[in-house]
């Protein structure tokens, strides 16, 4: 975390360093253009020259041009097609490295609604188009524009006809066809890319609720509903992609015309003599072949509004305010020695309700404590003010004496060993996963953890052991072995403040109670925060902490509390009931 | 290669797109021949009769006549392309969709979810530039410069030969380089998509890493990763680029071969300017299809690695074979299972082996076991979600998999492990699925659960929005909502896979309630870890690696089960 609340970098869609191979790729493109010119013009030039039979030397030139021209056209666009790879992907490279690093100081708080709806797959999409918006944008149009220009010059020289033809039948079309398209473009573009995603989100949906759709009567509707936005998917297409095709058509169409109306300017000149007849044929040639520097120009303008659309909402991430920022002068974490929390109030958004209000306790070092309560009671927002993912609305919390926010932040979070309710779980094998916490971790350190999660057996009995792939966010493994496996990540980490948020939630009450009594043994004298609504885990700790929507209601040794009738006495009571209630 | 990614369409789509190809690119090059002729009919009157412009203007109108009937006939097949291929994208989207109906939960088993997305999504879209360019062109390489070449024959043997010489070898050397780049071409593209899901993964997972110090770490990895794919990218487009190198140059060589032969025989005067100019003009031409072909074989390759994927998903086993015709009876018990096995295809060990059960009529049944011992396998089987890859299921009787599927399923009420919420309100979020009269039952349901009070909290009661982007709800709300979905839905089977995980206390025991008075009338299923939901189970199911370990009632096991012993006491001892 670097100082400075807002020293983050804009979207790096060019740098220096890429001047050269960017300008390489167009002059390179210009080459080609201009060879495949030449080669026309110069056998053109050929035959017209030989029909008038000069002696045999005068052709040795045009003889030797052909070939060097066909020679330049194939080895420069193999060159320029390769440097503007090159080019494309650093800047890719670059522009994903960026994306990281814009994310990380957002993370997770603003992050969290960002992954809402997966909305990060969209981010990754963004940078793709961008890679498209390079290739097939920016360096065609370049191209295009300097070949314009140079062609206009080129053609004012031989004769000035030629100029207005070259710009009213080649460039001007090239150019404003698409320009004129471009209205009707884009708004079919926005609208392709909101069915493409309306699709997307509609089918993931779609497969979030699949079994109750498939036991739905309304099962065909849910099918139609995506069937509609597919729908109108492809009308947003049509207009795209019909109207892209026109563009072309108009583009070639200029080109036959001018051919045409090159040969009807020039031909004055050949009849009065002031231009000769192999010029004639090499230029009318050179036309046919100038006509390739603008068809990429239809295809750039119709990818330009998706392409800037994409860049504007990167660019907009960047300008999201972090929920944290690391102090200006942070201090070194000391030993812990102390937690305190004095009236702290906290809530996701200024709209929602009290996530945790005007909470003041003290939680005691070296102890196991249990936050109990129901869904929604703060428990796991307590945790995360902790792990200082967000600061507290009012009040403060403090380590030793210190508030969070004047504790250097990386070192606080290497302090803090926290395994979230929904662990992530990298896409790799059990080992990596491991090594996240640790990268320099031996064999029979993981496994030692591993036991102590409860997970050795497990992990024995798979045929690759620690290698075992644990796919997408540990799709392959159950709730209880995710679980598990997190917990056994944080304690490769040497953390004086350990907090387990719900590590017992998918667990046989067998394995939880096991669990609990080996992770007791082998942190014993650190500062355990267990976070449950199972009052079975609670009476293993020390310490409860009992909270209803937000609101501390109680705090002691557990059987104290469950003898003092309070809320904690309650809970345990109503776990009771369900027993009595089955066994009745 | 070329039929997989066309398969994928309908046949007479594909086969209208070849014929409109082949229609229109005959009257193309003959509008193209036409005017290539004019062209230089016109330049050669100019050049060698300094005729005057009067003289040249109707020859010149011919040929920008001609010129441009022959971009009608292209811009005919690329605009008929576009509406073929958007249709064709389209009802294969739909067909993906209608999949999920048939054969969705085992699809779900088989890849994740944004797997299937990615498919529906960008994996058509990866077919698009194969249907709409390299197909056509496909259909066109040979009779286009097949028509040319009788064109250029007409006129002069020799550029004929040189043409006819020189086209069967640049197809031949494009292949030759193609197939020794191709499978590392496509390895490639295999490593970019890793990139990519790596750098998501990477970013779902940026709150752990910066919990363990490790993000900066990661972003360097990131960059080494990066580097080291363009580096490798670029080492491999060299040789993808090469086919086309060679391409170019060999018809640059034969441009150069047709204008430097022409040349010297008019020096020798063996032929008239106005035809060498004619046939000139038509060289490029004549290679102009083959080298379009070369430019859209990138395509080609992406849509077949795209198509391969997808027809992976289309064809993927076990379809569902349900007949419609039996009809289901209204109390449709018992269900009995026969040496059930449920083997996934990419799985090493059977999900269920050997399952032999009976399900009585209406009670309550628990199912336990450990993760992966095939309970949720066991309730997609009843839900007819899945079908089993050995021995029968009999309901009432009759096979299952002789019923109508559809009306099997209005006789079950099913709670995913997973629950979530649809979009839209909280009243259509619980009656969705839920059958006639449902209005009347809805007052009673939301009480027993306390629905009625997660609707006074929203700020637009029973009609505020949920879903993603709108009101969210706790995980244990949810699961209440989805409980009242099913318990709405009036049917008399009930299958709850682990429906008290994360629920509070409070809400265990309104579930338990609910649980209770469903019994008398309904089977109730239930995959619990639960005991309390065992010890008043009537028949309790234990599974174990896909087999029965045991079956029985809860006193029962408790005397001759130590496995199920030891769970219950550990359950019990802190509760006094």
């Not at chain 1, 066909?70 to 080019?87: I, K, M, N």
């Not at chain 1, 640790?438 to 045929?463: D, S």
């Not at chain 2, 021949?33 to 004019?38: G, N």
């Not at chain 2, 043997?157 to 010489?165: K, R, S």
């Amino acid at each position: 975390m670097r100082p400075g609340p807002l020293a983050r970098p804009p979207l790096p869609l060019w740098s220096r360093e890429d001047a050269l191979p960017a300008v390489a790729a167009v002059l390179l493109n210009l080459i080609t253009v201009a060879s495949n010119v030449a080669l026309l013009a110069v056998a053109g030039y050929l035959i017209a020259a030989a029909a008038l039979h000069p002696p045999l030397a005068a052709l040795a030139l045009p003889i030797y041009a052909v070939r060097v021209a066909g020679l330049v056209r194939a080895t420069s666009r193999y060159t320029s097609r390769l440097t503007a790879h090159r080019f494309v992907l650093h800047r890719i490279t670059a522009l994903r490295v960026w994306l990281f690093e814009t994310l990380i100081p957002l993370t997770p708080a603003r992050l969290m609604h960002l992954r809402h709806g997966d909305l990060l797959t969209g981010v990754l999409a963004d940078s793709g188009e961008l890679e498209n918006g390079y290739l097939r944008v920016l360096l065609p149009l370049v191209t295009a524009a300097i070949g314009s220009a140079l062609s206009l010059l080129l053609g004012w020289s031989l004769a000035p006809g030629l100029t207005v033809v070259l710009f009213l039948g080649l460039i001007l079309p090239a150019f404003l066809t698409p320009a004129i398209l471009l209205r009707l473009q884009r708004r079919a573009a926005q609208r392709e890319l909101e069915a493409r995603s309306r699709v997307n989100t509609e089918t993931l949906q779609l497969l979030q609720v699949l079994p109750d759709v498939l036991l739905s009567k309304r099962r065909e509707a849910f099918f139609e509903h995506i069937g509609r936005s597919i729908d109108s998917l492809a009308t947003a297409q049509r207009t795209l992609d019909i109207s892209s095709s026109l563009a072309v058509a108009v583009h070639e169409l200029a080109g036959v015309l001018s051919v045409v109306a090159g040969v009807a300017v020039l031909a004055p000149s050949v009849t009065a003599g002031s231009l000769s007849g192999p010029t004639l044929v090499g230029v009318t040639l050179s036309i046919v072949g100038l006509t390739e520097l603008w068809l990429p120009v239809p295809e750039a303008v119709k990818q330009f509004g998706r392409v800037s659309a994409a860049a504007q909402r990167l660019s907009g991430i960047a300008s999201l305010q972090p929920a944290i920022t690391n102090a200006a002068t942070p201090s070194a974490v000391p030993t812990l020695s102390s937690l305190r929390l004095e009236h702290v109030s906290f809530r996701y958004s200024g709209d929602a309700q009290w996530a945790l209000r005007d909470v003041s306790t003290v939680l005691p070092i070296g102890e196991w404590i249990a936050i109990v309560g129901a869904n929604g009671s703060g428990k796991s927002t307590l945790g995360r003010l902790l792990a200082r993912y967000w600061d507290p609305e009012e009040g403060q919390l403090t380590w030793s004496g210190i508030p969070l926010p004047d504790l250097d932040l990386s070192q606080l979070r290497q302090s803090v060993a926290y395994v979230e309710q929904e662990p992530h779980l990298f896409e790799t094998t059990l080992r990596e996963n491991l090594l996240v916490a640790a990268p320099q971790a031996h064999t029979e350190e993981l496994l030692e953890v591993l036991a102590a999660a409860q997970l050795l057996t497990f992990v024995q009995r798979l045929p690759q052991g620690l290698d075992s792939w644990i796919g997408e966010q540990g799709i392959l493994l159950s709730g209880g072995e995710r679980q598990r496996l997190a917990v056994a990540r944080v304690l490769l980490r040497n953390a004086p403040l350990i907090m387990l948020d719900e590590v017992t939630a998918h667990l046989d009450p067998v394995t939880a109670a096991q669990l609990i009594a080996t992770l007791r043994l082998s942190l014993a004298g650190r500062t355990v925060i267990v976070m449950t609504h199972d009052t079975r885990v609670a009476r293993m700790c020390d310490t409860a902490l009992v909270f209803d929507r937000g609101y501390l209601q109680e705090s002691g040794h557990p059987e104290q509390l469950e003898r003092l009738g309070g809320p904690f006495a309650r809970l345990c009571a109503l776990q009771r009931d369900l027993f009595l209630l089955a066994t009745s | 290669m070329s039929a997989a990614p066309a398969s994928l369409f309908a046949t007479p789509l594909i086969r209208r797109l070849r014929v409109l190809a082949i229609l229109t690119a005959t009257v193309e090059v003959a509008a193209m021949v036409a005017q290539m002729w004019f062209v230089s009919s016109a330049i050669a009157l100019v050049f060698l009769h300094h005729a005057p412009l009067s003289r040249v203007a109707v020859t010149l109108l011919f040929a920008a006549g001609s010129g441009a009937l022959r971009i009608v006939a292209a811009t005919t097949r690329r605009v008929g392309a576009d509406v073929i291929t958007i249709h064709g994208k389209a009802v294969l989207r739909r067909r993906f969709v209608h999949t999920l109906g048939t054969g969705g939960i085992t699809l779900l088993h088989e890849r994740g979810s944004s797997d299937f997305v990615n498919l529906i999504g960008d994996g058509i879209e990866r077919l698009d530039a194969f249907i709409r360019l390299y197909l056509p062109q496909q259909a066109i390489v040979i009779c286009t410069p097949l028509i040319i070449a009788a064109a250029a024959l007409s006129r002069d043997i020799t550029t004929a030969i040189i043409l006819g010489v020189t086209a069967p070898v640049l197809p031949l050397f494009m292949v030759l380089i193609g197939r020794s780049t191709e499978r590392r071409v496509q390895h490639q593209w295999e490593r970019l998509a890793r990139l990519g899901a790596q750098l998501l993964d990477g970013l779902r997972g940026l709150p752990t890493l910066l919990l363990f110090g490790r993000e900066q770490a990661e972003a360097k990895l990131l960059q080494t990763l990066g580097e080291g794919y363009s580096s490798s990218t670029l080492s491999i487009l060299q040789l993808a680029f090469l086919s086309s190198l060679v391409l170019e140059f060999m018809i640059a060589v034969s441009i150069g071969l047709v204008a430097v032969s022409l040349g010297s025989r008019l020096l020798n005067g063996g032929i008239g300017f106005q035809r060498a100019l004619f046939l000139l003009l038509l060289t490029p031409e004549f290679y102009r299809p083959l080298r379009e072909l070369g430019a859209q074989r990138h395509a080609a390759l992406e849509g077949t690695a795209a198509a391969s994927d997808l027809a992976g998903v289309l064809a993927s086993p076990p379809r569902l074979t349900h007949a419609a015709g039996v009809t289901v009876p209204t109390q449709p018990f018992p269900i009995t299972l026969e040496h059930v096995t449920v083997q996934f295809p990419n799985r090493a060990t059977p999900a269920l082996a050997d399952v032999t059960l009976e399900l009585p009529g209406p009670s309550l049944i628990a199912v336990v076991g450990p993760s992966g011992a095939g309970k949720s396998t066991l309730l997609s089987l009843l839900c007819a979600f899945i079908e089993p890859t050995g021995g029968e299921i009999r309901v009432g009787g009759d096979l299952l998999t002789c019923l109508d599927r559809t009306e099997w399923q209005k006789h079950i009420a099913f709670v995913p492990q997973n629950p979530q919420l649809i979009e839209g309100s909280l009243r259509e979020n619980l009656t969705v699925t839920a059958g006639d009269g449902v209005q009347a039952r809805l007052a009673v349901v939301a009480s027993q659960l306390h629905i009625d009070t997660i609707a006074n909290r929203l700020p637009r009661g029973w009609d505020t929005l949920l879903g993603d982007g709108h009101a969210r709800l706790s995980g244990g709300e949810i699961r209440r909502v989805a409980v009242a979905r099913a318990l709405l839905r009036g049917s008399p089977v009930v299958l709850l896979d682990e429906p008290t995980a994360s629920l509070d206390l409070e809400s265990e025991l309104d579930l338990q309630r609910v649980i209770e008075s469903l019994r008398v009338n309904r089977l109730v299923i239930v995959v619990a870890h639960r005991l309390s939901t065992l010890a008043s189970a009537d028949l309790v199911i234990i599974l174990h690696e896909g087999r029965v370990a045991a079956v029985g009632r809860h006193a029962e096991l408790l005397k001759l089960e130590p496995l199920y012993q030891s769970l219950w006491e550990t359950a019990c001892a802190p509760v006094p």
